[in-house]
């Protein structure tokens, strides 16, 4: 992959590899290819009018030396007629170049997020979210700066050099060849400077990923700093990444600072030998007054292109080291979907066939050896101390995580066969941690492929999750928008929304992660009944901490350390004096 470069092993390696995915960034402006054109064709004629203004200054001494109405005519329209050519390649270029990078970083930016809705779970375990909403934030605007400021100067700016060159070869080979000597030294200048910029551009990538991390966190749990007084230290916190990103960017500033005055003397220098040489008769020769200054004006005029040249490899190298970062994600795999098998209904029976798991870079197993036979529209809880894998075996059913050994099989078919779309459509989830959208409570319960169902639906779905007395006494009803997360909401009133949808899905599977938790026991006796009546007809697994809410499941399977240690009706275990006895009788005892 064009962004997998090697580790820094040498210079050479990561130049190739930075010109890569330059290269990379580039072709994202391949279909606005007419607009680049135009750009180009404005930078082309902003170059020309540059160098017209120098070698105009011929004329300005002619007219100076033989003032005639003709030479003050023509002097006076070809001042308005290169700053009018000089104004209108500047719209040009600026806009049509401004047109593409903004539809690149469009681009990029709707890659990068359909990367991210497809990439496995484990990728977010592995990165937090606040790195990743920095990506698509932070990074993906230091990319327009190297997709519109930097290739719009970098165009306008070479090309007025290339033109002003020209110039000056036409009219005197002898002191351009001059003046280019000084050539080799700025490219060393501009060489070590971009090395520098890029190396600088990751840290402060990495440090902004830092900010919104530490920021995010904050923000979200700012209950929780309150409560527990930790103001001060996440104050600290922030404090310390913050001044992290202020000195990688003071070093950015200072590498920028001292190139651009060093490429200055250096082209000073060579202006000056210039005009120590064009004393000299026989370097001279026969140029007039009038070419000798439009001479001096074209080369002083080329400082000012060279310095914008320098200062946009800072924005470039930015661009890189961020897009680096970009293609990074885009390259990562997504899920793995090899299966084909797409039903429109399953029956739901599901068996695991010695099923075990282990998180990547783990050396024990969290499962090992589950068996088991669930046969369709049957209820099966799941208890057992934190820690036992109950919720690590449930989200094995839609294929959150692989398993690493044996199978799992819905209606005879592996879940390996099935597409992932598939699969899922035919599981519905509520989860102990609710996410619910800023978005109205309609648009929460009816979310997804679930936003074609009728008003009528959502309300009875909301009606059997107990829902409705609390919506109607909202001020719009349905309508009414709950906030980030649900912060409008009560936690028993975000539960029973996440419940509503769940109803709502219909779907043959259904898994139910301590969904009963957040809800009081007023709460939890309706939702207990409307949870009994969807369960029928569905094959149902349950986790539940409150052994109470489980008491009338078909089969009860305790858990420890990855393993199924008991199995049996609520009755049967109590009689046995197991595991599930001593689970009882602790939270008997926690309630007597």
């Not at 040009?92 to 497809?118: K, P």
């Not at 409560?227 to 960017?249: A, C, I, M, P």
Request: charged residues 20%; neutral net charge; aromatic residues 8%.
């Amino acid at each position: 992959m064009l962004v997998n470069n090697p580790e820094p092993a040498a210079p050479a390696a990561l130049d190739k590899g930075s010109w890569e995915t330059y290269k990379r960034l580039l072709s994202y402006a391949k279909p606005f290819w007419i607009a680049f054109s135009l750009a180009v064709i404005g930078n082309v004629i902003y170059a020309a009018a540059s160098t017209g203004m120098a070698a105009a200054m011929e004329y300005v001494i002619t007219a100076i030396e033989n003032p005639t109405d003709q030479n003050r005519l023509q002097l006076t329209l070809l001042i308005v007629g290169v700053f009018a050519s000089r104004g209108l390649g500047t719209y040009m270029s600026t806009y049509f170049i401004g047109y593409v990078g903004r539809h690149v970083i469009n681009s990029l930016r709707r890659d990068l997020f359909e990367r991210l809705m497809a990439l496995p779970s484990r990728y977010f375990d592995d990165n937090a979210s606040g790195r990743l909403v920095s990506k698509l934030t932070f990074n993906v605007e230091q990319v327009a700066e190297a997709t519109t400021n930097a290739v719009t100067t970098a165009l306008r700016e070479g090309l007025t050099v290339v033109g002003l060159l020209g110039f000056m070869l036409y009219t005197n080979w002898k002191l351009t060849l001059l003046f280019l000597t000084v050539g080799p030294i700025i490219g060393v200048v501009v060489s070590y400077a971009s090395k520098r910029f890029r190396k600088i551009s990751k840290r402060i990538q990495g440090s902004m990923g830092d900010i919104t991390h530490v920021a995010s966190e904050s923000i979200t749990g700012y209950r929780v700093v309150r409560t527990f007084g930790g103001e001060d230290y996440e104050k600290e916190r922030f404090r310390t990444v913050n001044d992290q990103n202020l000195k990688q960017s003071l070093k950015m500033a200072a590498t920028q600072a001292i190139s651009v005055p060093v490429i200055q003397v250096l082209v000073a220098i060579a202006i000056a030998a210039l005009v120590w040489m064009m004393l000299a008769p026989e370097i001279r020769g026969e140029m007039t007054t009038g070419q000798l200054v439009a001479f001096l004006t074209a080369a002083t005029t080329m400082a000012k292109p060279i310095r914008q040249i320098t200062n946009i490899h800072a924005k470039i190298q930015k661009g890189v080291a961020a897009a680096h970062d970009v293609f990074e994600t885009i390259d990562e795999h997504p899920e793995d979907d090899p299966g084909t098998y797409a039903p429109d209904r399953v029956a739901g029976d599901i068996r695991f066939d010695d099923v075990s798991f282990r998180y990547r870079d783990q050396l024990d197993n969290v499962l090992e050896g589950i068996s088991l036979t669930i046969p369709a529209g049957q209820s099966v809880a799941l208890v057992g101390r934190s820690g036992s894998g109950k919720s690590t075996l449930v989200s094995l059913l839609p294929r959150f995580y692989e398993f690493t050994g044996g199978d799992i099989r819905i209606d005879d078919h592996s879940l390996r066969e099935y597409s992932l779309p598939a699969l899922r459509a035919q599981i519905a989830l509520v989860t102990q941690n609710v996410v619910l959208f800023n978005d109205s409570i309609a648009a929460n319960i009816a979310y997804g492929a679930l936003r074609h169902c009728s008003r009528e639906e959502i309300r009875a779905a909301a009606e059997k999750a107990h829902a409705l007395e609390f919506i109607d006494r909202m001020p719009e009803g349905l309508d009414t928008m709950i906030g980030d997360n649900g912060v409008m909401l009560s936690g028993g009133q975000r539960q029973r929304l996440a419940i509503a949808r769940a109803l709502l899905k219909d779907a043959p599977v259904l898994i139910l992660d301590e969904a009963t938790s957040a809800l009081d026991t007023e709460s939890e006796r309706h939702i207990q009944e409307a949870l009994e009546t969807v369960m029928q007809g569905r094959t149902t697994l349950v986790i539940a901490h409150r052994l109470s809410t489980i008491e009338k499941a078909d089969r009860i399977l305790v858990m420890e350390k990855g393993r199924i240690v008991e199995s049996g009706r609520h009755e049967e275990l109590l009689a046995a004096g197991g595991a599930y006895a001593q689970l009882h009788q602790m939270q008997f005892s926690e309630h007597s």
